[in-house]
């Protein structure tokens, strides 16, 4: 049975810095690429960033970049968002997401979901 845990949420005041991590079992890790979105309140889920499987390619969405930060641990099974000069508008359910087969940025590309872990920015 596959599972991704998120941890790493919570309060942080806007331009602090939080960093999100994603556990994952049940599936070989290496050969899925991993992603993270977010929703915030009445919003669609939205895409924040993904990793493909090898590390070596990583993709952003335009909100976020120059600011998040993905990297994965193979050896931890985990994938983790750094987020830097956080604002209010961060403020939203951080979701972890797994898929086997591409760089995915919609939600329909990801086969597995974490359920989420709460980041809320304070101004």
């Known amino acids: 049975q596959v599972q991704l845990v998120e941890s790493g949420g919570g309060l942080v005041q806007a331009g602090g810095s939080l960093r999100l991590s994603c556990a994952a079992s049940g599936l070989t890790f290496s050969n899925y690429a991993m992603g993270w979105f977010r929703q915030a309140p009445g919003k669609e889920r939205e895409f924040v960033a993904a990793i493909w499987w090898s590390g070596g390619i990583t993709s952003y969405g335009d909100p976020v970049k120059g600011r998040f930060t993905i990297s994965r641990d193979s050896g931890k099974n985990t994938v983790y968002l750094r987020m830097s000069s956080l604002k209010p508008e961060d403020t939203a359910v951080y979701y972890c997401?797994?898929?086997?087969?591409?760089?995915?940025?919609?939600?329909?590309?990801?086969?597995?979901w974490g359920q989420g872990t709460q980041v809320t920015v304070s101004s």
């Open positions: 997401a797994a898929n086997e087969f591409q760089l995915g940025r919609r939600t329909e590309d990801y086969d597995y």
